[in-house]
């Protein structure tokens, strides 16, 4: 494939070679082909999907917007911007390039509509919202190409299920336009083939593979001593990770938590006895703070960024040289894809360090190293489209012009996600966003929809499209307080029930500042700087899976002790000794030990499940104990195990992991549990039943929950079946309580569970009966080494044999 002159020289000029995968790219454009490129980071990806379009304009000038690029995050937009910026100007090509997100301002936003840019790159959210205008017709008429990166960072969820809903709109304005996905890491590229094409026909989308790169070098951080017994924070590590700091022109260090994000700067800025400049970025603090870090990483003045998975994907950092993971991956897909962010050279090994919390971590990164060695990524599961996100966009359509049923349902049923939706179904939908459902359609207030004298619908009075703009989105944050100085400055923001907990005086880690609380004034938090010690924040659904890939392979390790030469040797003594004093399960096997301690009863299972399918479970469990009369105490739950306590034994235990335990006692905890009506609050946010705007004026989060548990419970007694109840489960069981794995769980349990009674605690089990006493302890209150005597004190009568 030959390049355009000003494309070959411009190449040429920086030792350049068009790699293959650029080289089928452009064919592929050229011949109007769907495409989905999968490539390692640094390979030039993004160039590769930009190529096409960068070719074609140079060689047909237009006014028109030709190209919409669409990224999961803000800050990737503006990188990308930036990135393609440069090259337009050196080749002096009259190309313009702009972002649109909700950062935009509102003159630039009307512009944009008006006269659109030839690139625009924008979100998922941000493209719904520009689709609800009517101009929308004409200002998508002429577009050529959507190119949609990092695609396996939505595709699967709401925010995928947006864009699909999206692109069937641009398709039906622009029947011509060629879909395009970018992504460093999936594992099944056939079903992002589907999502990505129209009408879910994969064979209509070219795959293109891109070249391999250099193998990454990654090891695992290891302590002096031994490898702590719990703990997930690596906080143990912090002296050596600010040697690595200082050793390496520049360092991200990736935490899979908030809170730990802000623990971890904390701890490193105490022993940053050089006084290196690091900084922190996250989701919670202010949209300048997070963007003041990232000019200082691009301008090369940061030696550390302490980040969380707000920096997972694509910012272009060239001299980030060492990334470093505090605490386990979780998956080997998302440590690659943090691994990619450093050198963002294809023919240069990234350099990784993992740095396990505790022993099981360590198992699990090593299980991470050995699943990318081997070219292993993580599958992702789709599931069907979700009715809360297709009732916000009929309303985005309703909003820029009325509608034909008909023809409505046939576009909506080309994205993939909603190919399963029928007749019956959509007149379902369209009657809640008409009029709320037979429950709610007396209430002038849910009108939403009326005749448009056709035979079809438009939106009930103008002013609706104005609120449908500024509610609409599909990411529903916790209710959240602003944290702010006396003086008006704002921080950032914490969750509301953390916010709860505070009083005068109390101190928390945010912002890498240590603060004190002043006074809680409506939706703000009046805090000041303090030397004092401090809490830290904790943030709702912050937990990771640990991914089905790498527990499997968690599980091989145990069951083949052969592979403990490459371990520790504290971690091999802990297996050599479990294997002595119980068992190790075997690959597919449930193991169940029982046994009494201080006298009470423990259970504990290891199904390696992750934390939210085990606490889930937990629940479950000690429900059908106490119906039982086994008099449950309580329980805890880890990635990899799960223990409860109880003042009667369990002697069969298989009578608790009964696969009825989903129909009976699950769906009686969901019922009775704050999960659904939580669940129900969400999707009514984003099915624009309740809003949480109006202009001048946003409602807090108890206003929030206060409308929504109203009417969760007015359709539970007079409408049960209504939409948004059907869509609250669906939620609850997707989601929130990882009910999927939590099923295979105890289909696996009924065949496989093996049963062990012990006159004590087993090795396996330390870590988790840790947990015991970290959480019947405020976290701030249990010092590590109080911890750390826990654990000897567990050990001592754990690991030594009989």
Not at 160 to 189: W, Y
Request: hydrophobic share 45%.
């Amino acid at each position: 494939m030959h390049l355009p002159a000003p494309f070959a020289d411009w190449f040429a000029a920086r030792g350049w070679r068009l790699r293959q995968h650029q080289a089928d790219m452009l064919a592929a454009g050229r011949r109007g082909e769907h495409a989905l490129l999968v490539a390692a980071t640094g390979a030039g990806k993004t160039l590769a999907g930009f190529l096409p379009s960068l070719v074609d304009l140079a060689a047909e000038p237009s006014d028109r917007l030709h190209t919409l690029y669409v990224s999961p995050l803000k800050a990737l937009a503006a990188d990308v911007e930036r990135n393609l910026l440069g090259p337009i100007a050196d080749m002096g090509l009259g190309i313009s390039v702009e972002s649109r997100s909700g950062d935009t301002s509102s003159d630039k936003k009307a512009r944009q509509r008006a006269k659109p840019p030839n690139i625009l790159l924008t979100t998922p959210e941000s493209l719904s919202l520009l689709l609800s205008y009517p101009d929308s017709f004409t200002m998508f008429a002429d577009l050529k190409t959507v190119v949609i990166d990092e695609i396996h960072a939505f595709a699967p969820g709401k925010r995928g299920d947006l864009l699909s809903l999206s692109l069937s709109r641009l398709h039906a304005i622009s029947p011509g336009l060629r879909r395009v996905g970018l992504s460093a890491t999936i594992a099944d590229p056939d079903q992002y083939r589907a999502w990505l094409a129209p009408g879910a026909d994969a064979s209509a989308v070219t795959l293109i593979e891109g070249e391999a790169g250099a193998d990454p070098d990654i090891s695992i951080l290891l302590p002096e001593g031994a490898v702590p017994w719990a703990g997930h924070s690596g906080r143990w590590a912090v002296h050596q990770v600010m040697e690595v700091v200082a050793a390496n022109r520049t360092t991200i260090i990736f935490c899979n938590t908030r809170g730990l994000a802000e623990l971890t700067f904390q701890e490193l800025w105490k022993v940053n006895d050089a006084s290196l400049p690091i900084a922190i970025h996250h989701g919670s603090l202010d949209r300048e703070a997070r963007q003041r870090a990232e000019q200082a990483m691009a301008e090369g003045r940061l030696r550390a960024l302490v980040a969380t998975s707000s920096l997972d994907l694509g910012l272009d950092w060239g001299d980030v040289d060492c990334v470093i993971q505090m605490g386990a991956p979780k998956g080997s897909s998302r440590l690659l894809q943090r691994i990619g962010r450093a050198n963002h050279r294809l023919d240069e090994p990234s350099k990784a360090l993992i740095v396990p919390g505790n022993r099981f971590e360590y198992l699990e990164a090593r299980a991470a190293l050995d699943a990318v060695e081997a070219g292993e990524r993580d599958a992702d599961r789709f599931r069907p489209g979700a009715l809360d996100v297709l009732a916000q966009h009929v309303m985005a359509l309703a909003c820029a012009a009325p509608f034909d049923t008909e023809r409505l349902l046939a576009e909506i049923r080309g994205a993939a996600p909603y190919r399963w939706i029928d007749a019956e179904t959509f007149d379902r939908l369209l009657g809640f966003v008409r009029d709320g459902g037979y429950a709610l359609k007396s209430y002038d207030r849910f009108r939403r929809l009326a005749p448009d004298g056709k035979g079809g619908w438009r939106i009930a009075h103008p002013r609706l499209a104005a609120q449908h703009r500024l509610n609409a989105g599909i990411i529903v944050d916790a209710p959240t307080l602003d944290v702010r100085f006396r003086n008006g400055r704002r921080l950032g923001t914490v969750e509301e029930y953390f916010a709860s907990t505070l009083v005068p005086g109390d101190t928390f880690a945010f912002a890498g500042l240590s603060l004190e609380v002043e006074s809680i004034r409506d939706t703000d938090l009046i805090v000041r700087a303090t030397t004092r010690p401090a809490r830290i924040p904790s943030y709702v659904g912050a937990r990771m899976a640990l991914s089905t890939r790498l527990a499997d392979r968690v599980r091989a390790f145990l069951a083949d002790p052969e592979s403990w030469a490459r371990f520790p040797d504290d971690v091999r003594f802990w297996l050599e000794m479990q294997q002595l004093r119980s068992v190790l399960p075997r690959a597919g096997e449930l193991l169940v030990e029982t046994f009494p301690r201080d006298e009470l009863h423990y259970l504990v299972a290891y199904p390696f499940e992750g934390w939210n399918a085990h606490q889930s479970l937990g629940m479950l469990i000690t429900k059908r104990m106490d119906r039982a009369g086994l008099q449950p105490m309580g329980f805890v739950a880890s990635d990899y195990a799960l223990a409860v306590w109880s003042l009667r034994p369990v002697t069969h235990p298989e009578t608790l992991f009964d696969a009825e335990i989903l129909s009976d006692e699950f769906v009686e905890w969901v019922e009775n549990s704050h999960l659904l009506k939580r669940a129900f609050r969400e999707v009514a946010v984003i099915g624009g039943l309740i809003e949480r705007q109006h202009p001048g004026k946003r409602k807090t989060g108890k206003q929030v929950t206060f409308s929504t548990d109203l009417i969760f419970d007015v359709l539970r007694k007079y409408e049960p079946d209504h939409l948004l109840i059907e869509a609250a489960w669906a939620d609850a069981r997707e989601r929130l309580t990882d009910v999927a794995r939590l099923g295979d769980l105890l289909d696996r349990a009924a065949g496989t569970m093996r049963h062990v009674t012990l006159d004590r605690i087993s090795p396996l089990a330390i870590p988790v009966l840790v947990l015991i006493g970290r959480e019947s302890v405020a976290a701030a209150d249990l010092d590590d080494a109080l911890l750390g005597e826990l654990a000897d004190s567990l050990a001592e009568t754990a690991m030594y044999a009989d």
